[in-house]
């Protein structure tokens, strides 16, 4: 075989994969990308929400901790009575008023003003109606504009929907036919590029359920064994006891998983307000998170060394970067942000098991609002943006 046909075949195989590591590099590298950016609210001037309404989005940079403006930002009319329920890749997901579901890169700063990408999902379905208006997780395989991309939508109960819009089939299955879903009623989502699998941890993070995508019909159940668990005091354990969890699977760039179970007490009233967000960030009734790296055959090694790496947390798909390759994020960290259950804003140091808010060196987030008035739109979850190609 000549030496120009070989040349010719190892390129047809190695240069798709060659491109794709080159994606992810340019995804987690700061030279070329954005830092992560939190989302924590979107302004706009009136009494109501309205199409083309000039919004403004709040957004927080956790590695400088500083705020920034993306200003003059036209509301779209699919949005306006929408409520924003996840984000993943940067996108957001959001169900309208009409059984509509779609998702867009309206909040996120890189995308156009004047014309966002919108991509229309199937209506949701009217049997449980009432559940299908609360989702608990949301994860996309790629990008929504890539051809083989296919996004998830968990919502409270037994539904989970598969969409594939680039494809002829437009997906909208359901896995709902088995009562053992009723242990993963509010479960979260992620996608595994190491396996192109999703994923989604039961409640009290001792299952997981799997499938491949659109073509699967046989989603797997996994029993997760847990190791070198940690040693608590009684007053550590009554603390834990009283709080409420949640559990999160994340995937590092490498392909490494970890498991994080997420600890709240509740606050009787938590402040959900404007002012409250954009002064400190509290981090709200926030007390611990315990990691759990993932070892072969499904075993979980608890550990308090996650290395380079911060993971973040919150009403987006959980990612994890490395605080290497952005300057200010700090390592073997976990970045959250939450207002479910009064979970608040900030950053937790693995290693010392402490949590603290976030501490901005300058607050000029709403001196630039005219008159000094602004509303915010109601319904709009804040979520982390991870870093995007500039």
């Known amino acids: 075989m000549s030496s120009s046909l070989l040349l010719r075949l190892s390129s047809k195989t190695f240069l798709p994969k060659l491109a794709l590591r080159c994606h992810t590099l340019r995804m987690f590298s700061s030279s070329t990308t954005t830092n992560p950016y939190l989302m924590y609210c979107v302004t706009f001037c009136g009494e109501t929400p309205e199409s083309g309404a000039m919004t403004e989005l709040r957004m927080f940079d956790p590695a400088k901790e500083e705020y920034f ?3 003059d930002k036209q509301l ?3 949005l306006v009575e929408s409520n924003l329920v996840g984000s993943s890749h940067g996108w957001g997901v959001f169900l309208g008023p009409r059984n509509e579901i779609l998702i867009s890169d309206y909040c996120n700063p890189s995308s156009s003003k004047s014309n966002p990408k919108m991509i229309h999902l199937p209506l949701r379905r009217y049997e449980d109606s009432c559940q299908s208006d609360l989702v608990s997780g949301v994860a996309m395989s790629s990008f929504p504009e890539e051809e083989d991309f296919v996004g998830a939508v ?3 109960g037994r539904r989970v929907s598969i969409y594939t819009p680039g494809q002829q089939c437009k997906g909208n299955h359901l896995f709902s036919s088995t009562a053992i879903f009723d242990y993963f009623e509010q479960a979260n989502l992620m996608y595994s590029k190491r396996d192109q699998r999703f994923y989604m941890p039961s409640s009290g993070g001792h299952h997981l359920w799997s499938w491949s995508g659109i073509k699967s019909t046989e989603p797997q159940f996994h029993d997760l064994r847990f190791h070198n668990l940690p ?5 550590e354990l009554k603390l834990l006891r009283s ?7 994340v995937e590092s760039p490498s392909g490494q998983r970890f498991l994080v179970k997420w600890y709240v007490q509740a606050l009787g009233k938590y402040i959900q307000s404007l002012a409250h967000r954009s002064v400190k ?5 926030t007390k611990q998170f315990m990691v759990f790296r993932e070892e072969e055959d499904m075993n979980m090694c608890y550990t308090e060394d996650i290395g380079d790496l911060c993971i973040f947390l919150g ?3 959980p990612f994890c970067v490395k605080a290497s390759s952005f300057p200010g994020l700090i390592p073997n960290s976990i970045y959250f942000c939450g207002d479910n259950y009064g979970e608040g804003y900030g950053v937790y140091d693995i290693a010392t098991r402490t949590t603290r808010s976030f501490d901005p060196k300058s607050f000029s987030a709403f001196s630039d609002l005219p008159n000094g008035q602004g509303f915010v739109i109601p319904r709009w979850v804040p979520h982390w ?3 995007f190609p500039l």
């Open 281 to 285: 960030f509290s981090f709200g009734g």
């Open 231 to 235: 040693q608590f005091s009684l007053s």
């Open 69 to 71: 403006t993306v200003r």
């Open 385 to 387: 943006i991870p870093p």
């Open 154 to 156: 968990k919502f409270i």
């Open 243 to 249: 709080c409420y969890r949640t559990q999160q699977l």
């Open 315 to 317: 009403n987006n798909e």
């Open 76 to 78: 779209p009319k699919e």
